[in-house]
């Protein structure tokens, strides 16, 4: 009788947490060079946002996390290839790469968005109070195409590197910089960027549709448990203490579509 109950037990601890993970560990997969979000450490232990994030989901999951990196250019068919069950690397959310792998439900949004002098005292970041402003972005990007897009009352200067945008944002050669919210945001807290500031909302190409967690087509159970887990770390506040040790501002909810709010173009 005893022992009908302790393998019921057990039981229903497999169903909890071991359908989905091996003797209870989940192999997480990342690559390591993607600062803030995933790197590598002086140790050479893998660190950053990424990485909390994924610590934070399994420890929700009741399971252990095993971190594996691995080329960017190969993650997709190492997950495949049963190299790891996850893939917890800012991967973006695109149909390319449904056909190949599920995934989770956004756990951040990544964004363009304006950085200008806070002398200028820009208001909305819209079209209208840009008017005739010159806008820096790096060329060959899609904050580029927005650019083109719904700024055509603007003048554009077009960089290989955004760090000469924002170069010629300090020197006055140009009046906004357009660029991710991730990059500007980290800029803004170094000496270079104490007289500048964010100005408007984010927004996103209409295709992009957030940054998820990949797993294998199969792994339902995997899925489940990753979005409940999700949902539980944003509700309690372990998603935000771990966002706020690496970025001032939000990154869950989900920023405008472009055309949404600059109207279809």
């Known amino acids: 009788m005893i022992k009908g109950i302790l393998n019921a037990f057990i039981l229903i ?19 390591g060079y993607y600062p803030p979000f995933n790197f590598f450490d002086s140790s050479g232990a893998v660190k950053g946002f990424d990485i ?4 934070a989901l399994c420890e929700r999951m009741k399971v252990k996390c095993e971190w594996v990196t691995t080329d960017w250019d190969g993650i997709i068919p190492a997950l ?11 991967m973006a959310i ?35 109070d840009m008017k005739r402003k010159i806008i820096g972005t790096q ?49 803004l807290k170094k000496g270079d960027g104490a007289d500048y500031e964010f100005v ?17 087509k199969d792994d339902a159970k995997l899925l489940a448990a990753l979005n409940k887990a999700i949902e539980e770390i944003v509700a309690d506040g372990t998603y935000n203490t771990i966002r706020e040790k690496y970025f001032s501002f939000d990154i869950m909810t989900p920023p405008a579509k472009a055309s949404k709010l600059f109207g279809s173009k």
Request: aromatic share 10%.
């Open 52 to 55: 909390d994030i994924g610590n």
């Open 13 to 31: 601890a497999l169903l909890s947490t071991g359908a989905f993970a091996k003797d209870g560990v989940v192999r997480m997969g990342t690559e």
């Open 80 to 90: 495949n290839s049963n190299k790891f069950d996850t893939i917890i690397a800012s």
């Open 139 to 187: 060329s060959g990007t899609g904050e580029s195409k927005l650019i083109d897009r719904y700024f055509t009352k603007s003048k554009v200067k077009r960089y290989p590197k955004l760090d000469d945008a924002l170069l010629d944002l300090t020197t006055g050669r140009v009046d906004a910089v357009l660029a991710s919210q991730f990059v500007l945001g980290d800029w």
């Open 200 to 216: 408007g909302d984010s927004f996103v190409l209409d295709e992009n549709d957030g940054t998820g967690i990949a797993v294998r």
């Open 94 to 128: 695109t149909e390319a790469r449904r056909k190949a792998v599920n995934f989770s439900r956004p756990y951040y949004f990544n964004a363009a968005r304006f950085i200008t002098s806070k002398e200028l005292k820009l208001k909305s970041g819209m079209p209208g």
